[in-house]
């Protein structure tokens, strides 16, 4: 493959303008059609063949005026007045609402006896026709705009519901823009030079924009989440940035121990673009892996982070050597500067020569402290609670969150998330006393706040209730009230709705975790096997990455359960983090350890592969990496922890994630970990029994 990429590398450089114009007529293209043909984002937590989706499909059909989305009205008197009072407002804009485009019926609070005891706080309900990806962002606006006699009248009104949903995760508020600036200086830093410096940011802006186009004409085609071009958006700055890094970091070395550009390029390419092949698809597989899980808004989230993260591999071995042609000689650091000195080993040790030094002088020291760091940060995990996100993690200051507020408080926070229940009573000779019947039983039941009056289809067939748990739906005693329900109901009734849907997805995720790690750092093994010949390695690696992954997971639940710092970082409520985190964590941050791991160790494999000497081969190899790893991860942190601000209940918890693991993953375990680790293996660390070594096929890295 070296041979193959640095073939590669050599033509781009010599034909940079034909890479070139391909590149900028890809973006171009893909620009056109995403505004000719492309869609909007939404969200979609089904569960396909699942007990809850099934079941709520037979409601859409037999029940048709309680299916698609509503929107709850909260109307609130004034202090020391009671609703009663505008009574007559407040019918007359319901009746308004039920006018409004694509609405199908309204139901105002006295109607439907939804007003609290107090008479201060009321619930009317309106109905759309079909399901939320169907609304349009102005029917939503006309109905706020509906409600406006009634705020007039002195009552507060807030509108919340599953058709106004959460807030779309598309990204933040331009801190996107100061993790780049952010980018900017440390490649800066790293290469002292603004050319080198910038054609990393360059050609990561390029992949980022063809991918964000493709996916918003894929959006036009499917239903893509809200979150995944966010992703993608992270995923592709990052690694586009960290790719170019590694490569334009190599052809800088190269120059400056005075070899002539044109071989540089080809040559940083085959070996430097080995790396961040293997990487790449270290990564694609891993993200690509998540369609096993079997969830379609996870699998179109992992696809979308799959195409970012190919397409910055793509730009990184062809676009990357063109621009290095164009750049030419400018790139070559000058006579007698750091670079040079760095290279021909005449400058005083540098930061990572002294790092190596210390980690690796007490090796047996430095291994059980990161060990038990790490342990420590991961203890929280075991209390990690995993939930879908509602109009309860919308901003404090959004209607939707007043709305959900507002009734929790007046009503219980069970009516933020209804149950349905849905019974055959085909059997029964008489269909209404068997579903009163089952409404009693199911009112019995410990945790259950109310049960509506029962309604038959059309055919008397089933029956449906509604139920009201007293607990919210991101509560844990919520899940036994579901499992109770079906209990009391016998084998004809099944529970459904949002919420019954959402703990279905939270728990097939949570099941999923362990085989997915172990998919992932068994992957993780066997490539790094193939590459270095060597067993210590890949269980190294993989049992650093385990040790990351549970201290980010013990950092997210001290932030965004426990409450740590989350002032800090805009957390407006805390509990159970988003269900899918977790697992998206796993397939990211295994890719980017991967990074880390296939560049530091590399360089240290190449080291020991000229010299067999095991110390010397440390040392070497982390000094000439060490500088360029450290600054992609500084990079990849910038980058990530630039959507925290402004992202909303599903991102943030993701970006903090990302943050943090990266962090601690590069920082501890493969700048720190891994050399003590190598240093203590010695000969061993690059050491495979015959008989496998015979058996697994011969893949170079550099």
């Known amino acids: 493959m070296a041979a193959l990429l640095s073939r590669i590398g050599s033509w ?19 620009g056109v059609l995403a505004g000719t043909t492309g869609g909007s984002y939404e969200d979609d937590y089904s569960l396909p ?55 199908s019926r309204a139901v105002d609070p006295f109607t439907a006896r939804t007003v609290a005891p107090d008479g201060r706080v009321a619930l009317a ?11 349009t962002a102005d029917s939503l606006q006309v109905l706020s705009n509906v409600f406006q006699p009634a705020r007039a009248a002195g009552l507060r009104v807030e509108i919340g519901g599953s058709a106004y949903g959460g807030v779309p995760g598309a990204g933040g508020n331009g801190a996107e823009g100061a993790g780049l600036l952010i980018a900017m200086a440390v490649l800066v830093v790293t290469f002292g030079s603004l050319v080198a410096a910038g054609l990393p940011l360059l050609t990561a802006l390029l992949g980022v924009g063809v991918a964000v186009a493709g996916l918003a004409t894929v959006a036009g085609l499917t239903k893509v989440p809200t979150t995944a071009p966010a992703m993608a958006l992270m995923l592709g700055l990052s690694v586009g940035i960290d790719y170019a890094l590694f490569i334009v970091g190599r052809h800088r070395s190269q120059l400056a121990s005075g070899m002539p550009a044109p071989g540089s390029a080809a040559r940083a390419i085959g070996t430097a673009g080995t790396a961040v092949v293997f990487a790449g698809l270290t990564v694609i597989i891993a993200l690509t892996g998540l369609t096993v899980v079997g969830i379609p808004f996870l699998t179109a989230m992992g696809l979308a982070a799959a195409a970012a993260v190919l397409i910055a591999m793509l730009v990184a071995v062809t676009l990357i050597p063109a621009v290095l042609g164009f750049a030419g000689e400018r790139l070559r650091p000058r006579a007698g500067s750091r670079a040079v000195r760095r290279e021909a080993a005449a400058d005083r040790p540098a930061m990572g020569a002294r790092w190596v030094g210390l980690v690796t002088r007490r090796p047996l020291v430095t291994t059980l402290a990161v060990v038990v ?101 991101q509560d844990e005693r919520t899940e036994k009230v579901v499992t109770d329900l079906e209990a009391a109901g016998g084998e004809s009734t099944r529970v459904t709705g949002v919420t019954a849907i959402g703990i279905d997805i939270s728990g097939l995720l949570r099941d999923s975790l362990v085989p997915f790690a172990l998919i992932v750092v068994g992957l993780a093994a066997l490539l790094l096997m193939l590459a270095f010949r060597s067993l210590v390695v890949p269980l190294k690696a993989a049992l650093g990455f385990l040790l990351s992954v549970g201290a980010t997971l013990g950092a997210v639940v001290a932030v965004f359960q426990w409450g740590w710092l989350a002032d800090l970082i805009g957390v407006s409520r805390t509990g159970p983090v988003i269900s899918f985190m977790p697992i998206i964590l796993m397939a990211v941050l295994f890719g980017l350890a991967m990074d880390y791991e296939f560049f530091l160790v590399s360089r240290m494999h190449e080291a020991y ?28 942190v910038s980058v990530f922890a630039s959507f925290i601000p402004g992202g909303d209940a599903t991102l943030k918890p993701i970006a903090f994630a990302l943050t943090m693991g990266v962090l601690l993953d590069a920082f501890l375990v493969r700048m720190t970990l891994v050399p003590a680790v190598l240093t203590l293996a010695r000969r061993g660390a690059w050491w495979l029994p015959r008989w496998l070594e015979r058996a697994l096929p011969v893949l170079v890295v550099e």
Not at 23 to 29: F, H, I, K, T
Not at 125 to 135: I, S
């Open 12 to 30: 781009a450089y010599r034909r940079r303008w034909v890479v070139l114009v391909a590149w900028s007529a890809v973006l171009v293209a893909a």
């Open 49 to 103: 063949g699942s007990r809850a989706e099934q079941t709520l499909n037979l409601v859409d059909q037999e029940f048709p005026a309680s299916s698609g989305v509503s929107a709850e009205v909260v109307f609130v008197a004034p202090d020391g007045h009671r609703l009663t009072e505008r009574k007559a407002v407040i019918e007359h804009t319901v009746a308004a609402a039920a006018k409004v485009p694509q609405v």
């Open 373 to 473: 760091v790490l342990g420590v940060m991961a203890a929280p995990a075991a209390e990690l609670r995993l939930a879908l996100t509602d109009n309860g993690s919308a901003p404090a200051t959004s209607t939707q969150r007043q709305a959900y507020d507002l009734t929790a408080a007046a009503f219980g926070p069970g009516f933020n998330g209804p149950l349905l229940v849905l019974a055959d009573v085909a059997e029964e000779t008489d269909k209404q006393v068997a579903a009163t019947a089952l409404a009693d039983r199911l009112g019995a039941v410990d945790g259950v706040a109310a049960v509506g009056r029962p309604q038959l289809s059309a055919d008397a067939r089933y029956a449906l209730l509604t139920v009201i748990p007293r607990t919210g739906p």
């Open 609 to 636: 592969a000229r010299s067999r000497d095991p110390h010397r081969a440390v040392r070497e190899g982390f000094r000439a990496s060490a500088r360029v790893v450290a600054a992609a991860a500084l990079i990849m």
């Open 125 to 135: 309900y309106v109905y759309y026709d079909g399901h939320r990806a169907d609304l």
